[in-house]
């Protein structure tokens, strides 16, 4: 691995350096650095409004999406120099989560399968945030077999009436468009007859409810459709030919995910050095100690891992299946941390003000965000045969229903 900069690229990171420092919105640095895995905070400042005010400053200087082709509202940059940008953004990177689905998972499906004159129409303004994307997948009876949706579509003339219910849709409730897998033909195997279409969130008989979560926040949905219709100009691929089309998606997901999960080690540093315990500081405590040294050699993997990623992207090699593995130990590793911090702390680890509590109360946050973090984006069960398999060569899991029409597998109203 190399890890220093080539000419080229310090060229870039000083250039990015610059211009973070001179248009960055400073006034939210102190909240923002403050802020759990899931919990954005901006002080007294919409989130959201700040997000989009800092994402449109990016993209009139041209520094969002830098990797997109320039006639969609990138620099057509390397893989690399993205990278780099994001290092560099630092804790200002923390106002795109509102974007992280439509620019990391949307976007590239609409880049692969819409027509030219929706890539135009659509790619730039959710470059810039003014149009925010959400991804229409997961199901009650659907989220890690994907495959088994049930969302319906059929075709009427040049439209299609969609009915369904989506489940755990992030950001729903503010997104102004969504990618959308149904299914169009229950006769066939369930990989197959599944078809996606692009929508606006807007349209006649969509229904959205937010999901109340642990934390207060709302931000995962329930989206229902109630004849729904959708123009078959917004189909993304053939009819059928769903699978391929989604796979686009959860393929850019795992990458747009996993490489941004926090594991909470700097944090927990930086609080046992200054918490009190017994006669002394937490980290004089040995088994405090001893707890910080796996994860730090955990955390120093981590670090090695994805400098691996970052050395091939500069090659320009594409990384393959094995960063599952990053998000599968990251997410896990969080959940563990925010524990502990919350423990060492005793009865105050109940506090959840963030005015009050011992470090901001970012570990309360990271501890009640971090159950979703192992399901979103692919759970550890679906990661870990994902990294056997395609990583390691074993045999895949036996599959009862392989080869039988959707209509035909046994549930358990018909079986």
């Not at 795109?96 to 439509?102: L, P």
């Not at 499906?109 to 003014?130: C, F, I, N, V």
């Not at 970052?310 to 593995?325: H, Q, R, T, V, Y």
Request: net charge negative; hydrophobic share 35%; glycine share 10%.
């Amino acid at each position: 691995m190399d890890f220093s900069d080539t000419n080229e690229e310090a060229t870039f990171r000083a250039d990015a350096r610059k211009w973070i420092s001179e248009n960055a919105p400073t006034y939210l640095f102190d909240s923002l650095s403050s802020s759990g895995f899931g919990s954005t905070r901006t002080g007294d400042y919409d989130p959201l409004k700040e997000a989009q005010k800092w994402q449109k400053k990016k993209a009139e200087a041209g520094w969002a999406c830098i990797q997109w082709p320039k006639e969609y509202g990138g620099q057509s940059a390397t893989p690399i120099q993205s990278v780099i940008w994001n290092q560099e953004e630092g804790v200002y990177g923390k106002l795109s989560g509102s974007f992280i689905i439509g620019q990391g998972m949307c976007a590239p499906t609409m880049m692969a399968y819409a027509a030219e004159d929706q890539k135009q129409r659509y790619l730039p303004k959710l470059a810039s945030g003014e149009e925010i994307w959400c991804q229409l997948f997961s199901e009650p009876q659907a989220g890690s077999d994907l495959a088994g949706l049930r969302t319906r579509a059929v075709k009427d003339g040049d439209n299609w009436i969609i009915n369904g219910e989506k489940i755990w849709t992030s950001g729903a409730q503010y997104s102004d468009f969504g990618i959308l897998i149904t299914r169009t033909d229950p006769d066939a195997v369930k990989h197959k007859g599944l078809t996606m279409f692009f929508l606006d969130m807007r349209s006649a008989g969509v229904d959205i409810r937010p999901i109340k979560q642990a934390n207060g926040d709302s931000a995962f949905n329930e989206v229902y459709f109630e004849d729904v219709q959708i123009p078959d100009s917004q189909r993304l691929g053939e009819v059928g030919d769903g699978w391929r089309v989604a796979l686009t998606t959860l393929m850019n997901e795992r990458m747009a995910i996993g490489g941004g999960i926090a594991t909470g080690y700097p944090e927990l540093q930086e609080l046992v050095e200054s918490l009190p315990m017994g006669v002394g500081k937490a980290i004089d405590n040995p088994l405090v100690r001893s707890k910080l040294a796996d994860w730090y050699a955990k955390s120093a993997g981590l670090r090695n891992t994805a400098s691996r990623t970052i050395s091939a992207l500069s090659k320009g090699e594409i990384p393959g299946p094995e960063n599952s593995i990053g998000k599968l130990v990251a997410g896990g590793m969080m959940q563990d941390i925010a524990k502990f911090g919350i423990d060492i702390q005793g009865l105050a680890g109940t506090i959840t003000d963030p005015e009050v509590a011992e470090g901001a109360a970012r570990f309360q946050a990271m501890l009640l965000r971090s159950p979703a973090v192992r399901i979103e984006g692919g759970t550890d069960q679906i990661l870990r045969n994902i990294i056997s398999e395609r990583v390691l060569g074993l045999p895949a899991d036996m599959r009862a229903d392989k080869g039988l029409p959707f209509n035909k597998i046994p549930t358990g109203s018909n079986s």
